[in-house]
């Protein structure tokens, strides 16, 4: 079972992000688990479009019980990893909590940023139940 969703607007985001949802109750995780898997989806997926340019969402089912979502983006990468991973770091402009990437981190299981500066971003999330 593998899906790949277009990140460009956010739209698709919020289309990835329910998406998730449903993926995530049919290969049989709680609701909990599901939500927080929405919720990561959309966090990631609002950097790819935000910060990232735009990208793409995999979600595949690595292992019985577990969920592996990969968002990459080909944007400007992220300079400082440590200090974006802080709650409250924002670089943009908009009006933002700057708790995404916090936020992601602590609802996964495995999480992975992998970023280059110049070339992009992959964020790697994975939730078992
Ligand atoms: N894919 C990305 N490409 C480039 N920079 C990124 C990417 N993802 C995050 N960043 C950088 O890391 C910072 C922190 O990201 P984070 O998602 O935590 O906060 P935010 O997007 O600014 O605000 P929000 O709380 O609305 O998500 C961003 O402001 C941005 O500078
Ligand atoms: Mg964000």
């Known amino acids: 079972m593998?899906?790949?969703?277009?990140?460009?607007t956010l739209g698709d985001v919020d289309v990835a992000s329910v998406t998730a949802?449903?993926?995530?109750?049919r290969a049989g995780a709680p609701k909990q688990v599901q939500w927080e898997l929405a919720l990561i989806t959309?966090?990631?997926?609002?950097?790819?479009?935000?910060?990232?340019?735009?990208?793409?969402?995999?979600?595949?089912?690595?292992?019985?019980r577990t969920l592996r979502l990969e968002v990459v983006d080909h944007g400007p990468g992220i300079g400082d990893?440590?200090?974006?991973?802080?709650?409250?770091y924002?670089?943009?402009?908009?009006?933002?909590?700057?708790?995404?990437l916090g936020a992601i981190q602590r609802l996964s299981d495995v999480f992975e940023l992998?970023?280059?500066p110049g070339s992009g971003t992959t964020l790697i999330a994975v939730k078992r139940f």
Request: charged residues 15%; glycine residues 16%; hydrophobic residues 40%.
């Open 90 to 100: 924002s670089k943009g402009s908009r009006v933002s909590l700057g708790c995404g």
């Open 2 to 8: 593998m899906l790949e969703l277009p990140l460009t």
């Open 42 to 64: 959309s966090e990631a997926g609002s950097n790819a479009v935000l910060h990232g340019g735009g990208g793409h969402a995999t979600l595949t089912l690595p292992e019985p």
């Open 21 to 25: 949802r449903t993926w995530a109750q």
């Open 114 to 116: 992998r970023t280059l």
């Open 81 to 88: 990893v440590a200090a974006a991973l802080v709650d409250g």
